[in-house]
């Protein structure tokens, strides 16, 4: 793990020399102690995110544990220390903030940018060794790569000098490039070969929004999309988590935009929608009429588009420390995992029980997102988890309980964006315990995979959802439609900046002609797309009982249903012939 080494001997030596029996310096989550050691020694804000209860205990120790931080730096040699933080080597992304750029092009802020990348070489005795490209599929994102393949891009970045900046604070996104996929499948994802003239409005939920960093890029790509002005509401439930996710939002979204508005609530989205409560008498003061216009703003009962990145296990973060921890002591995390008809096995482990419970949960919201919201159409669902559990099980089971409760309203399509993508989502099959529970290979060619550090992001994972009664993108439109995602103007230093030559650039087709797999077709192959693998998960998890045997009442129902009705056939056919042979 990142930083482990140093981190252990830093923890060791407070051991050392403090009272170990008193009950305040024990810690029983090891796992989540070095998140908050790294985050408050060793991350790029010094600060510790979020709250709990081991927070408050380091908090406490700050002072002494950066003396042995420094102590323990000391004593290490300098190349050491940059091997121990640099075990996950990826690119660094920058993407252009188009809200707060647009008139200028990009080619203001990339010439702060890459003034402010000279002068962090410079200080670093590093000139020259960075390299800055486009990126290939996600529009107005950088790639910052450094030409020393044993250091990490962030060191060419002082977070201290761009926050200085006021364009660039307002003006650049850090974000991981897997991160963008959400956002921009459920801008471009759905879209028809032929978008030049006038679209309706849409109303755009981010559900599970806080920080806000997939929020705003949602607010970008859809203020560039020719249609009326669009709303984009956006929610978590946590105070903590929303009174952070409206800073963003005023940082990164100009109060005199006009093509889009962002609403961002503190709401919970398994309890909406919510319907505007228009009071009957005038309010008394400025804090109620406040609250009235936010109720107001709160009706999301005209949603027709969602983007759903719920709590998950982060097993695709490859360059965090965090991603096998339990966070046992995590509040915030603790809220999210609900306990409710839990039908967790009493001889699984603590992680199996959570995998349960945080798929349990993903369920629930995705099928809230399909059933609580009239207008919806279409729902974008991301993980940045590596996990089938949380990933093609949850789709699979959300598809098997909208086939049997709304009749199948609801199918997967490939993103049209992400057309050259090549790492697709993985079938799943029946099973004697899960008859009911199938994702076909072809409707598995529509689910985005980021699987491991070789695609040079973070893992991550896509599915795209459509209401059958939206218009369906036809197989030759796909083939036909241009990317334009790479001719969009920025300015003429940006299109003179080179496409990032990396691995995934690599794979990009030359064929225009690619075959595009039909994502819903239970008999259709997928040839001429990337092998699917096979599960390999520790755990293949079932439906819940109670829902498995509701699936399984209503199939026999469905069975009676169908052999009374071919009796009756039968019975009214044998009376005719009688009546026939009587008459005659």
């Known amino acids: ?23 305040s310096d024990q810690v029983k989550n090891e796992g989540l102690l ?36 420094k102590k323990v730096q000391s004593e290490r040699p300098e190349t050491e220390q940059d091997n121990l933080a640099t075990v996950v080597n990826l690119p660094r992304y920058i993407r252009i903030n188009t809200l707060w750029n647009r008139g200028n092009g990009h080619d203001e802020t990339l ?18 060794m960075y390299r800055l490209f486009r990126d290939v599929h996600v529009p107005d994102l950088l790639v910052l790569t450094h030409v020393d393949a044993t250091k990490s891009a962030d060191s060419l970045i002082n977070m201290a000098k761009l926050q200085q900046d006021s364009d660039l604070k307002h003006g650049i996104v850090l974000q991981d490039k897997s991160s963008c996929f959400s956002a921009l499948c459920l801008a471009r994802g759905f879209e028809h070969g032929d978008t030049d003239g006038p679209q309706p409005s849409r109303v755009y939920l981010d559900a599970c929004a806080a920080p806000g960093n997939k929020t705003c890029h949602l607010a970008a790509l859809v203020a560039q999309k020719k249609q009326a002005s669009s709303i984009v509401y956006a929610l978590d439930r946590s105070p903590e988590r929303c009174a952070t996710l409206q800073r963003r939002m005023q940082q990164f979204v100009p109060a005199e935009e006009q093509n889009v508005q962002v609403v961002a609530q503190c709401l919970d989205f398994l309890q909406t929608p919510v319907a505007p409560e228009k009071s009957s008498t005038k309010p ?27 709590s998950c296990s982060g097993s695709g ?54 059933t609580a919201f009239p207008h919806v159409e279409r729902i974008v669902y991301s993980t940045c988890s590596v996990n089938e559990q949380e990933n093609e099980h949850v789709v699979a089971q959300a598809l098997a309980l909208d086939a049997s409760e709304q009749d199948g309203q609801w199918e997967l399509v490939a993103p049209t964006c992400l057309q050259d993508w090549s790492s697709r989502g993985r079938p799943v099959r029946p099973d004697d315990n899960d ?41 030759k439109t796909l083939l036909t439609q241009k990317n334009e995602m790479l001719d969009e103007t920025g300015g003429t230093a940006w299109n003179q900046i080179p496409l990032y030559p990396g691995k995934i650039a690599l794979h990009r087709s030359r064929n225009s002609e690619q075959k595009i797999p039909a994502c819903n077709d239970k008999d259709a192959t997928t040839k001429g797309t990337a092998t699917v693998p096979s599960s390999s998960d520790k755990i293949k998890p079932a439906l819940p009982k109670k829902i498995a045997k509701k699936l399984e009442w209503k199939r026999r129902q469905r069975q009676a249903k169908e052999a009374r009705q071919l009796a009756q056939k039968q019975a009214k056919a044998a009376a005719a012939d009688k009546t026939e042979t009587l008459s005659s």
């Open 1 to 23: 793990l990142k930083s482990k080494v140093i981190l252990d001997q830093v923890w060791k030596q407070h051991q050392q020399e403090s009272d170990t029996s008193k009950k």
């Open 34 to 69: 070095y998140v908050l050691l790294y985050e408050l020694l060793l991350g790029p804000n010094h600060a510790i995110r979020g709250g709990g209860a081991l927070k408050r205990q380091l908090l406490k120790k700050e002072e002494k544990l950066r003396k042995l931080l």
């Open 111 to 128: 010439a702060k940018i890459q003034k402010h990348l000279q002068d962090v070489a410079e200080q670093r005795q590093q000139k020259d």
């Open 284 to 310: 008394d003061n400025k804090k109620q009429k406040k609250e009235e216009d936010n109720s107001t703003a709160a009706d999301l009962s005209k949603v027709t588009d969602i983007l759903l990145d719920p």
């Open 317 to 370: 973060i490859f360059t965090r420390i965090d991603q096998h921890h339990d966070n046992e002591d995590d509040d915030d995390e603790k809220e999210d995992e609900p306990d409710e008809n839990d039908t967790a096995t009493p001889s699984w482990t603590k992680q199996e029980k959570r995998m349960h419970s945080l798929s349990s949960f993903q369920l629930k919201a995705l099928r809230h997102a399909m």
């Open 435 to 475: 008859k009911q529970l199938e994702l076909t290979p072809a409707q598995a060619a529509c689910l985005i995979r980021v699987n491991d550090p070789e695609s040079e992001t973070n893992g991550f994972f896509v599915a795209c959802f459509q209401k059958r009664s939206v218009a369906a993108i036809s197989p």
